[in-house]
């Protein structure tokens, strides 16, 4: 019988432990526990994924290693590109360098990337960023152009997921979906020019409210349209009070503190004012589908 525990092996139980122990520390101290506990929660998922994809191939650069199926061979030199372009603006503009590299799993279908997540409906993502790990759909399958690295580079998840796990790491988890989801965009619009216009997402009709963003933005019926006020939201800080300001709201989320006290102490103004400028902002300064 074979009793010696392989490296992935030890990898996953020193996971489950690590999870195991976050759950009892957040029984035993109930109040802000994702500051020092999140981490142990991030890097018990990011074992289980590894091992999950011990048996896939892998192909490391200076920042990333990324894990792929043999189909995907040809794929894998233009994420390894696109990966790399991401790492540096994206960093950069947090002043956060990673310690360790980052992990990039790519499917080569929908099917599979939908499985990973337990999804059970029709999401089509190219890319999703969860526990430590960024997860895309293998370029060939969306593209229009599948050898077009710009094209890639340019309209591909790279910039918008890495953005969602270094700001992740700076946080730790303290932040609502709205502003990690309005801030990737953001990142992407000024590394790459890149917006998420469509016919439904217009600023200028009936918005979503701060509330429902808040408290229930992945189930919102028009996402292109929660997806793009986050993003107007998020364009407000920045362009009216200045890039200064908008990293003082991550630095306060950072802290622990509260959205809401993140944007009030920052922006010296309450919530329900901060909500209802960047609606106004928005109407006036943001383009819609169709605009020049």
């Known amino acids: 019988m074979r009793n ?23 029984l035993q101290f109930p109040v802000h526990p994702q500051m020092w506990l999140y981490p142990l929660a991030r890097e018990a998922a990011q074992a289980k994924i590894k091992y999950e994809t ?10 990333f290693i990324i894990k792929f199926e043999p189909a995907e061979t040809n794929m894998v030199a ?11 603006p994206v960093t950069k503009e947090f002043n956060y360098p990673l310690k360790e590299k980052t992990l990039i799993v790519m499917y080569n279908n929908k099917a ?21 790990v960024i997860q895309i759909l293998s370029p060939k399958v969306w593209l229009r152009n599948p050898h077009s690295i710009s094209e890639f580079i340019r309209t591909g998840p790279m910039v918008h997921e890495f953005t969602h796990l270094v700001f992740d790491h700076i946080t730790n988890g303290n932040y609502p979906r709205w502003f990690t989801e309005g801030l990737a965009q953001y990142v992407e619009y000024r590394v790459n020019g890149y917006e998420w216009l469509t016919s439904k997402n217009s600023l200028k009709g009936n918005l979503y409210t701060m509330n429902e963003l808040d408290s229930d ?7 292109s349209l929660a997806y793009r006020e ?11 009070y200045g890039e200064e300001k908008l990293q ?9 503190k509260s959205m809401q006290t993140a944007i009030a102490q920052a922006l010296g103004m309450d919530y329900s004012a901060y909500a209802k400028a960047w609606q106004d902002w928005a109407r006036i300064n943001m383009k819609d589908f169709g605009s020049i």
């Open 217 to 223: 933005f992945d189930n919102l019926g028009n996402q």
């Open 54 to 63: 011990r048996n896939m191939a892998s192909y490391e650069t200076a920042h």
């Open 4 to 26: 010696i525990m392989t490296t992935n092996e030890l990898a996953a139980v020193a996971g489950l432990l690590a999870l195991v122990l976050a759950v009892i520390l957040v």
């Open 78 to 88: 233009m994420v390894a590109e696109a990966a790399e372009a991401a790492y540096t």
């Open 112 to 132: 599979e990337l939908r499985k990973a997540f337990g999804w059970s409906g029709d999401e089509n993502a190219m890319g999703v960023y969860w526990g430590g």
């Open 248 to 256: 003082a709201v991550i630095h306060n989320l950072a802290a622990g």
């Open 230 to 240: 986050s993003l107007a939201a998020v364009r407000y800080i920045a362009d009216v």
